[in-house]
């Protein structure tokens, strides 16, 4: 369950795995907007500050969704329209960003401040919790 | 210190800065090999299963290089060869790859097992003590 399609890999690491997913430059700022922005529109993800471009954003949200990360509904007020939500394995990635985020605070010059990835790096467990909380259904 | 060099970036969230860095399918297997199987030198990175092209290595370590993740150094035995290691930011990537197994070996077809990647997840602290220990001179 919640298995990708099977295909060719380049080899059956896990991190090698992960990549094959998601590593790109934009497959993750997805995967944040959804999990921290409460962003699940198509609209929404195109309006994030990195301007990410419609072809690559179409792209970017058919692969989530083939790999079991995301999933889509219509919307309720408009049909032709789609909302985007994580999925378990989707949220499951939540750990994963949290790390990027306390290494870029501390190494790189970013917003937030290193003061508040801190906060959420020491309170680890208890933010995952109340994400899981929010966004599993 | 051991910031990256100035450059615009799409926007300033530390996801979105780290992603620049390392968001592409090759720059996390590379600090894989450096942190977790020992390897130092552009032909050991190259003989990883994942088959990395030598024009794409020389770019990404070129790349980590300048992000202050990587620092080479003249070989012992051969003064034309490098050999690479981690500075500190780049091992304070560890973190960032466990979580990547931890979610990769529970949702994914991977090797090593789930329960290998569990034990790292669950005895995280120590074995990140000891990485540090190993890697950071």
């Given at each position: 369950m919640g298995k990708s399609i099977t295909r060719a890999r380049r080899s059956e690491c896990p991190i090698n795995i992960a990549l094959e997913i998601f590593?790109?430059?934009?497959s993750l700022l997805v995967i944040r907007d959804l999990l921290f922005h409460e962003q699940r529109t198509f609209n929404e993800f195109q309006k994030s500050?990195?301007?990410?471009a419609s072809n690559v954003l179409a792209d970017r949200l058919a692969r989530l969704e083939a790999a079991g990360i995301i999933i889509k509904s219509e919307n309720a007020s408009d049909a032709r329209r789609y909302d985007y939500r994580l999925t378990d394995k989707g949220v499951a990635l939540a750990p994963v960003l949290i790390e990027i985020i306390v290494w870029s605070a501390q190494y790189e010059e970013t917003d937030p401040a290193p003061g508040a990835a801190r906060k959420m790096s020491a309170q680890r467990k208890k933010f995952l919790a109340l994400l899981r909380k929010k966004l599993v259904v």
């Open positions: 590593g790109d430059s934009w500050a990195e301007g990410i």
